[in-house]
């Protein structure tokens, strides 16, 4: 799948969740072309909803609670849950990390340029740089050789990836990442050869530093030192840039009162692309202090962008802050609720109701350390289909 398979729209989501399989997924997900969804991107920046999927597949896919793709959702339920309770905790270790030694705070030219000569770890960032996406199972590997087969922190990494994925999601990818590490996990993700060869045949890569038995790799992690690159690399590629805003936000118009006055104003924000019924104006706003901090590829801004000017009245850029003084003269100002760094503070100055992110597990009150805890606190009730008495 390349990227012009993800337009910016809700009806093209709509129609790849029609096409999905929760028993092919379950069969195949690990797989490099397996059947998974693909649809994360579209979750991510709210073209669409897990309650509203999860509802979907279960009426016509049969998806029960125990389906492997239900856990895959509850996880992402889960990491925004962990960000919730830790905030901007998550951006830091969470636990000691398994190497006493220093890790690189920044990425080696020839990871950065896919041209490590690990054939693996060279595909997946081609196909980071030229998709905007990957596979779940490509991600872990790219982060464990990343972390422990290169001693580059995890923070370094995770930030790199987010920026350039379409799906980014700041929990997902960063708690992912540390997961990995074993900074988030009783034990550093490992991966061999064998395991790549296994789900990606035509990326094995024998003879590499990734070419060891768990236990030398194992001993790696915890010992050793930047095992990298190979000595026959591969040609290198140039990485696309990070940008902390879209060239285009210096032409967008600014918001006066006579837009807004007495009208119900809906703020849509990159993780809302979604227009309410009820609004009378949409306003696409981008918090610029976030994106100083968090940038992203062009080809993300192209996405999101293209999915705000879709549905929105017009496109806001700047701080949020400034903002404020523009819409007091509205009936109302609605969003969703948004726990992105930056943006979470400054929403509350400016929208007068802040709706919930859905989700289709509960948020426990009090945090849980595992998936384990949490899925048993909110594992959902609806009986499986095949145990189900119209089943039998």
Request: include cysteine; glycine fraction near 6%; hydrophobic fraction near 45%.
């Amino acid at each position: 799948m390349t990227t012009a398979h993800w337009i910016p729209d809700r009806a093209a989501a709509l129609a790849r969740i029609d096409e999905i399989d929760p028993r092919a997924y379950a069969r195949t997900r690990n797989a490099l072309d397996g059947a998974v969804t693909r649809l994360s991107p579209w979750i991510t920046h709210g073209f669409v909803d897990l309650p509203e999927i999860v509802a979907h597949l279960r009426e016509h896919r049969g998806l029960g609670p125990l389906d492997k793709l239900t856990y895959e959702f509850a996880w992402r339920e889960f990491f925004h849950h962990v960000r919730r309770h830790a905030g901007e905790g998550i951006l830091d270790d969470l636990r000691t990390p398994v190497w006493s030694g220093r890790y690189a705070q920044a990425l080696p030219e020839d990871v950065l340029t896919a041209s490590t000569g690990v054939r693996v770890i060279d595909a997946g960032i081609r196909q980071l740089y030229a998709d905007g996406w990957l596979h779940n199972h490509h991600r872990m590997w790219l982060a464990s050789y990343v972390v422990h087969t290169r001693k580059v922190h995890w923070r370094v990494g995770a930030d790199w990836m987010y920026g350039h994925l379409l799906d980014g999601d700041l929990p997902s990818n960063h708690l992912s990442w540390q997961w990995c590490a074993g900074t988030f996990s009783a034990k550093p993700y490992l991966f061999d050869a064998a395991n790549v060869a296994r789900y990606a045949p035509a990326l094995a890569s024998p003879g590499t530093a990734i070419d060891h038995d768990y236990e030398t790799l194992e001993a790696h992690a915890r010992t050793g030192g930047d095992a990298g690159p190979e000595r026959i690399a591969s040609p290198p590629i140039a990485m696309p840039a990070l940008l902390a805003g879209p060239p285009a936000a210096t032409a967008w118009p600014a918001i006066d009162a006579t837009m807004v006055r007495g009208r119900r104003i809906a703020l849509l924000h990159p993780w809302s692309l979604r227009r309410p019924d009820d609004a009378d104006v949409a306003i696409g706003v981008f918090h610029a202090p976030f994106h100083a901090r968090f940038p992203w590829s062009m080809q993300r801004w192209d996405f999101v962008t293209g999915g705000m000017t879709r549905i929105a009245d017009v496109l806001w850029w700047g701080d949020l802050a400034t903002l404020a003084p523009a819409l007091r003269e509205a009936a109302s100002v609605a969003m969703v609720r948004t726990d992105e760094p930056e943006y979470a503070g400054a929403t509350q100055s400016v929208a007068t109701v802040r709706h919930p992110a859905p989700r289709f597990t509960a948020d426990p009150a009090t945090p849980c350390r595992s998936f384990s805890a949490f899925w048993g606190k909110v594992a959902p009730a609806w009986p499986h289909p095949e145990s189900s008495p119209s089943q039998r």
